[in-house]
């Protein structure tokens, strides 16, 4: 008889598992507190759009779901730097090398309506009353019961069976990082029908201490991103009235609020949010497992946490294939292997947010840039830089932040004041492989 697998959250990463879990033969239910997104598609509860990116498109191609997904996306080739009145283009990679905007809502539709289709069974508005690890249980607020063979927890970052597993394992450790920044959103609405800024970018307004982005939607419109100190001068607790939002925002990004007819009611009405890294460990209890977010909530900044999440389920299908079908061992390998991970793209991840709102207008950093594509275009074997390594390939997140350090350290040899165009790049690459070697 197939084993049972409990998923609790129907979110993207619960909504994947499941349809990866069914392809292995396993029998599959999934509870989810919210209403079936399928058929109650509202912009209520809307959330920073989704950058999906290499690592998340191999996951959903593996679950045979892509090509579902592939019209809902939006290519983005760089980003579009606003300062004052001008605008600077800055690429993500190769001109053949984009990540796609896409809104969360149509992809957890997509990817429900596809796992029901597979035979995965939902449970909608059903929060999860109590687990129980040790045996595989499930009670909902009902009394109901239910008994699986294995349950995991992709129920996010406020994650039930998280606490059900801290409150059993001794071991156990969690840390919740919350960022002196919060963020609030705003929307661009369409023009005559059309994009009102360039759909094929993101597009950021760095200001040192503070920044809006803004991703392209479908619906020709753009969901902005403010991301803001929550105390102190300028933050979201000094402004508050009509006069001070207006100050504040049309001070600092005159060019976008003109686009905005209504942003004092947006920026009164739309909550603030709050920006968190959680990490923990183990991520395995018993009968129990903890993926995405539920394991390792990270900051927006690297646009890698659902893509993160999407690798999760990737790797984890793939070690217990390769263990044929042996949860305890299965599990074991996975959170040896993926811990690592997913602390260096929470590192990442912050160390994005200072590049985006400060260091995409210094000069260093973009002549560092610039070399930097200098030397992956004469030695593309030997060079590949950070962003390129998380963003474009399968590389280890860990890896790609070690090397990324190395990588810093040899440009650092050339010192302050170096032109790109006449740096000796067969030398520097040279002193990369001497830093790389001598760190073995």
């Not at 001070?251 to 990490?279: C, E, H, R, W």
Request: with cysteine; proline share 5%.
């Amino acid at each position: 008889m197939r084993e049972r697998i409990g998923v609790l959250g129907g979110g993207l990463v619960g909504a994947l598992i499941s349809i990866l879990l069914v392809k292995k033969g396993f029998r599959v239910e999934v509870f989810e507190k919210r209403p079936d997104p399928v058929k109650n598609i509202s912009t209520e509860g809307r959330s920073i759009n989704l950058a999906l990116s290499h690592r998340g498109i191999r996951a959903l191609t593996l679950a045979g779901v892509f090509e579902e997904i592939e019209p809902l996306l939006i290519p983005m080739y760089g980003r579009m730097i606003h300062i004052e009145n001008s605008t600077d283009f800055q690429s993500y990679g190769r001109k053949d090398q984009f990540i796609n905007s896409v809104s969360r809502q149509q992809l957890n539709a997509v990817l429900i309506a596809h796992a029901k289709q597979s035979g995965v069974s939902f449970h909608f508005e059903q929060s999860i009353q109590k687990t129980n690890p040790v045996t595989g249980g499930i009670t909902l607020p009902s009394g109901i019961s239910h008994h699986f063979d294995f349950i995991i927890g992709a129920d996010g970052a406020f994650s039930e069976l998280r606490k059900t597993i801290g409150a059993l394992n001794n071991t156990f450790t969690t840390t919740e990082e919350t960022l002196s920044h919060g963020y609030k959103e705003l929307t661009i609405p369409a023009i005559d029908g059309s994009y009102a800024l360039d759909p094929n970018a993101l597009h950021i307004w760095p200001r040192k201490d503070y920044m809006l982005i803004a991703l392209p939607n479908t619906d020709k419109s753009f969901t902005c991103t403010l991301f803001l100190a929550n105390e102190g001068q300028p933050s979201f607790s000094r402004i508050t009235s009509p006069q001070q939002i207006k100050d504040f925002l049309v001070g600092s990004f005159p060019d976008a609020m003109k686009l905005i007819p209504d942003y004092v009611d947006q920026f009164q009405k739309n909550p603030t949010s709050t920006l968190q890294n959680i990490k923990t460990y183990p991520w395995a209890y018993q009968k129990a497992l903890l993926i995405g977010d539920a394991a390792h909530a990270i900051v927006p900044f690297y646009g890698q946490g659902m893509n993160a999440g999407f690798e999760d389920c990737r790797i984890l299908i793939e070690l217990l294939e390769y263990n044929h079908l042996n949860w305890e061992k299965t599990v074991t390998d996975f959170q040896h292997q993926r811990k690592k991970d997913a602390d260096a793209i929470a590192e990442l991840a912050l160390q994005n947010f200072l590049e985006m709102r400060k260091h995409v207008i210094d000069e260093a950093f973009l002549r560092r840039k610039q070399l930097e594509s200098k030397l992956n275009k004469a030695f593309p074997d030997e060079w590949l830089p950070l962003y390129s390594m998380v963003t474009f390939s399968d590389i280890p997140y860990h890896q790609a932040l070690h090397t990324g350090k190395l990588q810093l350290q040899a440009i650092q040899t050339l010192g302050n004041d170096y032109n790109p165009d006449n740096v000796d790049l067969k030398a520097l690459i040279n002193t990369f492989k001497t830093l790389a070697q001598a760190d073995r």
